[in-house]
């Protein structure tokens, strides 16, 4: 198929559905272990059991793990049948539309519960909702993926894309961040504090759903792609897909990257909150900054990715993270002369660079693997390379889940913090 030149809109219509998703999966990253599991200084009330089970493994840590698993396992499920799709709407297009309402529904319904006290009726409630969101996210996340390999049709291009999905990605996370800004106007109005979340989540997943319609309705899939369905099924799919040496060594990174990650989106509000004592608002600032700077340094590694390659990039971000890593540990503590706000302000300064070459890397390099494999064996299983991919990526996200929320166990409030200072030494 001959190339086809892409046009700046498209890249910008592309990128806006990943602000949409952006928003929701910050939502469950960012709240749902606080909701379900909230310090006393949050003054929330208990919906689920708080204990543990075994001595280490909370509750919600169970749900959130093995809805991940579910999620995980439905990847390469979602990833084949898109690849084999024969919509007239196009193999990604068609996913992504069927799949974008009930992601915002059920979004918002996770953090409802039939029962305004500890119930088993609340957590069968949760599990039902929790797995129905995976499962659709899934079913737009992997073909969206799979659309950039289509619409990047040389390495420059491919580069662009994630570049601009990375912006719209910090945005989204963003706006999830700023949640607790936007509920507690709500609050100083005199609503009551569960119903103010509850509002913020609905209208910022109702922002979300129209970001998550815009490259449905506005990119025509198939000027970019030949639209040829792959003839392998899903088990000789994902052989051929491991097969790959390359892909398969990155996947090995890409899985420590994500459990990283998860672990500080998840525990910022604990940073901040327990160990700074710093105000929940103060959410919102410590992300508006960590997308600020993440934003400066975009331009920079677009660049230097085309110069010194990828790899000694990505080796680069791994090294510094793990330096993050070390400093949260000391956060708050009283050796350090410096106020908790300027702890809070070097924290996402030193973040911002690795969130920024992890945030525009990755799906370059998946997507020249899959066009690579693509010529090599004449088989179109773009998808399945995204979904292996998001597949490693939630077992990521499952273990840190799974980790934090059973650390909480040793101690997740103010004066009683080691549950949270100690997850750095896992990492």
Known sequence: MKEKKLKLLTIISYAL???????????????????????????LPKYIPQGNILGFLTIIGLITMTGRFLDAVTDPWIANLSDKSKSKYGRRISFMMKSAVPLAIFTTLVFYSPVNSISLINVIFLVITLFSFYIFYT??????????????QNSNDKINLSTAISVTFFIGTAIAFFAPSFWNIFIANGMEKVLAIRITIGLMALVALIFLFIPVFTIDEKKYSDNKPSGQNMLDSIKSTFSNKN????????????????VFQTGLIYYTTVLMRLPEAMMGILNMMLVLFSFIFYPIVNILAKKIGKKKMLVFAFFNLMLTYLYIFFLGMEFLTISTKVQAYILVIVTSLPMAIFGILPNVVVADIAADDAERTGQ?????????????????????????????VFG?????DLGIEVKFCIK
Request: charged share 10%; glycine share 8%.
């Open 17 to 43: 559905g990943q602000l949409g998703w952006s928003m929701l999966m910050g939502i469950i990253n960012i709240y749902l272990v606080w909701f379900y599991l909230a310090p006393k200084e949050a003054n």
């Open 380 to 408: 179109r299983n773009e998808a399945m390379f995204f979904g292996v991919r998001t597949f490693m990526s939630k077992i990521g996200q499952m273990l840190a889940m799974l980790i934090f929320s059973s650390l909480l």
């Open 139 to 152: 079913m737009y996340v992997t073909p969206y993926f799979a659309l950039l390999s289509e619409l990047g």
């Open 247 to 262: 892909f398969l060594m990155f996947t090995i990174s890409d899985l420590m990257y994500f459990t990283a990650l998860t």
């Open 412 to 416: 997740k409030d103010v004066g009683h």
